[in-house]
Each structure stands twice: as C-alpha cells, then as structure tokens.
C-alpha cells in the first residue's frame, strides 16, 4: 500500500510539474512578411522569447494581411510598419486596432536603384533611354510583392513621372536575382530597393534621384501589437520597446544570416546574437 501511494505522489507531482511548465509558457504569434530585414529580426526575436519560455510561432505573409490579422488579433505582432511615408495607406487603415511599438529602427529609405554602371541619375531620365531597360519586348522596372508599399509608390512614380514602363511583380528573392543576373552581364536594370539590406554592401548600387519626392525622404520602421498585447504580455513589450538598431547592426544580422543559409534563418539569427550579447542584454533588461 505504501509503494502504491508513493508511486500516486510520483506521478501527481509530474502531472502537477507539467501543468505549471505548460501555464509558464506563453505563446507569441509573430507575422513575418518576405522582406530580408523582417526576416533578420522575426527570426532574432524568436530566439530570444524561446530563451525566456516564450513558445514562438512565425506566420508568414502579405504585409498588408498580416497588418489585418495584428489588428483582429489573429496575431501578436509584426516588425515591420514604415512611416511616416511608405506604409502610411496601410497603417491608417488599422491604426485605431494597433500598438504601434518603437521605431526599432530611425533610417530607412526606398526607391529606385541601378547598378553604378547604368548611365543614368535621376528618374526623370528613364524615358529617353526605355529601349537600354527592355524586358520581353517592353521597359520594365523590376519589383517585388503586389501590394508592398514600395510597390504603390513606385506606381505613383510611373505616374509622376509619366513613365512609359511596366512594373514587374514578384518576390524580392526574385528581383535580386534578376539583378544579380543583369550584373553579371553588365546589363541595365532598374529595381525597387530599400535600406536597410545586406545586398548594398555586396553589390555596387545608388539610387537613380527622386526630384518629384515620390519616394519620401526618410521613414523610420517600427512593430505593431495587438490592442491587448500590453495587458497581456507586458514584460514582452517593454523589451520591444528598448530595441533598438541602426544599419549597421542590422546589416551585420542580415548578412551573418546570409552566410550561414537563408534557408535557415535561425542558424544565423543564433551566431548573431552570441557575437552581441551585450547589445542584446541592454534591450532585454
């Protein structure tokens, strides 16, 4: 009898110590759109909750739906909201329904680029040399997602700019590699681009000059939250709050991330954070 009691004591206390492991581990839905700096810092941040008992999900998908799903609180959070200019559309229509977080990030700019070899400067000039950037038959200016903020701007800029181009839509995978094929041919190309990302450190770009501001002059990126993510989770947000890169620390997450297999962002994400520990530590105090 005894034993028998003492083995219903053993398996109440690993029933008991299961249930408190499992309260203790909170679930955080992070939304992740296919931009190399969202996917730098979604992965970084996952690794870090995982270290404090957080269970970390990353859902994957359009920016626009996944500022939908923050705002109906199908999700936590996403990391990457560009204002005052590029996400501004988007943002209006669900600010009343978010926390906006931060900025983690104060510079960040868009716009047209070419490579260094392109004779051409400025936007303005695209029309009178259309026949160097022809694709299939037609001059074209190669993007990235439908539907991402730096796509609607440049379709202002064909506007603006009465621009006789198509814009390609893609994946911003898809665009560097067409960039990354027209260079080896020293072709011309014309494509949407952003910093911060690890491709101008190794590739010789500019952008072509926007006098028409089309593009905007410098936006800052910040998160957004669901409206009960403070209540919620509030030691998370206070965290999210203290982050804080610049381009080069960015650019040094995505281009470790980018040497180790993009195919495996964490792999990266990991030998990053151990390299910047004190850096890590101040926003996790």
Known sequence: MIKKLQMLVVGLSVLFNAAVSSADTKKIDIGVNNWAENI??????????????YQVSLQ??????????VAQGKLDLTFEVWLPTTDSAPYNSIKDHVQLIGPWLKEANLGLAVPDYVNIKSIDELNAQKAKFEWHGRPTLFGIDAGSGIM???????????????????????????MERAMRRKEPIVVT??????VWAKKDLRYLEDPKKVYGTTDSIYAIAN?????????????????????????????TINENGSNTPEKGAKIWIDANKAMVDSWLK
């Open 40 to 53: 730098a810092v979604a992965n970084m941040w996952k690794l870090l909750l995982e270290e404090k008992n």
């Open 60 to 69: 994957s998908a359009s920016k626009m739906i996944l500022y939908n799903s």
């Open 152 to 178: 609607g701007l440049t379709e202002k800029a064909i506007g603006e700019y009465k621009l006789d181009y198509s814009l390609l839509s893609s994946s911003e995978t898809a665009m560097l590699q067409s």
């Open 193 to 198: 681009l952003w910093k911060p990302h690890w």
């Open 227 to 255: 409206q009960s993510f403070k209540t919620e989770d509030p030691q998370v947000e206070h965290w999210l709050q203290q982050w804080k890169m610049d381009d080069k620390s960015l650019g040094e997450l995505m281009a």
